[in-house]
């Protein structure tokens, strides 16, 4: 008789290939991303050297599946707080959204962010950004530039601030907080002191 248990189980390949990119993040965040490697890789997720080229057939190419994994996850942490935010119709509180999602606030949020800036690390080495990596910045900062616009709409921004240039600012503020909460500059919490004290201004000056 032929025993249910013996039958192969299904494997998910989206799956698989999201285990080999957490393999990639932690190799990435505690060394470097010249320190992933194929062989690296497959020690890391604990599977064959054979089974991680089944899904990538070189570095490069796991290298673009895990950034375009980061992003999904980037916007997957910020998801349920500006949701939650978009839903009250303050603007203020929308921006404000979009910046605590970028901040890493625990252990997860904190090697994300630092595999991003082991991604950017090589980028300024190389001196641009791989043109087959989605960039995070920009869709950060369109998002921004829209809150500010309907908030000037509703005379809560003044008339005078261009919302592009401080959605710049803002991101660029937030990529600052970043680095430093990852190396114990901020807290979380005085990082998000840092992002209230500068949206009070911004909100209030209308």
Not at 78 to 98: C, F, I, M, P, S
Not at 109 to 130: E, K
Not at 131 to 143: G, S, T, W, Y
Request: proline share 3%; hydrophobic share 45%; net charge negative.
């Amino acid at each position: 008789m032929w025993h249910s248990d013996r039958v192969p189980k299904r494997v998910d390949h989206d799956q698989r290939k999201r285990e080999i990119a957490e393999a990639l993040y932690r190799i990435a965040s505690a060394q470097s991303l010249q320190a992933v490697t194929l062989r690296a890789v497959a020690a890391e997720a604990g599977i064959s050297m054979n089974l991680v080229q089944y899904y990538f057939q070189t570095k490069e190419e796991m290298l673009r599946f895990a950034w375009r994994r980061m992003v999904e996850l980037s916007g997957e942490r910020a998801a349920d707080g500006v949701g939650h935010a978009l839903r009250t119709g303050d603007e203020r509180a929308v921006v404000r959204a979009y910046l605590s999602g970028v901040l890493p606030s625990d252990e997860r949020s904190r090697m994300l962010c630092a595999v991003q800036i082991a991604y950017f690390a090589v980028d300024v080495t190389r001196g641009r950004q791989d043109p087959d990596e989605e960039a995070l910045l920009p869709h950060l900062v369109r998002a921004l530039a829209e809150q500010l616009r309907k908030a000037q709409a509703g005379d809560r921004v003044p008339a005078d601030v261009d919302p592009g240039l401080e959605a710049d600012a803002l991101a660029a503020m937030a990529a600052g907080l970043v680095t430093g909460i990852l190396v114990d500059a901020y807290t979380a919490e005085q990082a998000m002191a840092i992002v209230d004290y500068r949206l009070d201004r911004l909100f209030s000056a209308a």
